[in-house]
């Protein structure tokens, strides 16, 4: 079965460049979600988007922006990046049968690292 | 304190055991759970989701007891291929916001040969 596919898979970057981070959700889902995975942490979740318009926003900074696109993917930009910045940025997605508030499965695609020298 | 906890580990337990773990949490308004399996490196994947009434699939089953914010994996038979970290997991509608999915810090099973 077709999964989330994530691009690029790594990624280094300098402090204070910008990184866009690219998501393709599970054929037929319309809600994706970005979380942020730093060194020995749980994942935190950044964002999520039903339907193209923002349906959610957690611990995202500002430096940080994301849309989702016609097709669903979506895209994490990310700018003036930081060390702190240095990650595992996993995309999920999910099926909302009814609303945005519906609480379907989100699968995981492999996620993105991202590296800040 | 996070919203919600596990023990961290590591449980290091021989193949064929019996292994459990706990998870508590504190929203009250949390609405569906989970546990998710996390090997190093790796995307966290669905385990397993967990019912009031406690669910079963093959050597796992899970419990949830809403009156006390509690969940529970067991692992019966444990497998080397087991090894890896379990992530308690809760997903609610918390003032307005939307179906994010709040993580426990994990715990790490290492299954000895």
């Known amino acids: 079965a077709a999964g989330v596919i994530q691009s690029p898979r790594h990624l280094i970057k300098e402090k204070r460049e910008t990184a866009t981070l690219k998501c393709y959700p599970i054929?037929?889902?319309?809600?994706v979600y970005w979380y942020q995975q730093g060194p020995g942490q749980d994942p935190q979740f950044l964002i999520s988007f039903y339907e193209k318009m923002q349906s959610d926003k957690g611990s995202i900074p500002d430096r940080f922006s994301a849309q989702q696109f016609s097709d669903y993917h979506s895209e994490l930009n990310m700018s003036s990046l930081e060390l702190g910045d240095s990650a595992l940025y996993f995309c999920a997605s999910s099926f909302s049968r009814v609303t945005a508030t519906s609480t379907d499965t989100q699968y995981f695609g492999p996620g993105t690292r991202l590296t800040v020298l | 304190r996070k919203e919600v906890e596990q023990d961290p580990g590591p449980f290091n337990v021989p193949e064929g055991a019996t292994v459990a773990f706990n998870c508590t949490y504190s929203?009250?308004?949390?609405?569906?759970f989970f546990w998710y399996r996390q090997d190093c490196r790796k995307e966290p994947k669905l385990l397993m989701s967990v019912y009031s009434s406690g669910n079963e699939d093959g050597r796992f089953t899970a419990q949830l007891n809403r009156a006390s914010q509690y969940i529970s994996l067991l692992i019966r038979d444990s497998k080397l291929s087991d090894s890896a970290t379990y992530l308690c997991v809760v997903n609610g509608i918390y003032g307005g916001a939307t179906n994010k999915l709040i993580f426990g810090t994990g715990t790490l099973l290492a299954v000895q040969p």
């Open positions: 054929p037929r889902h319309d809600t």
């Open positions: 929203n009250s308004a949390s609405q569906s």
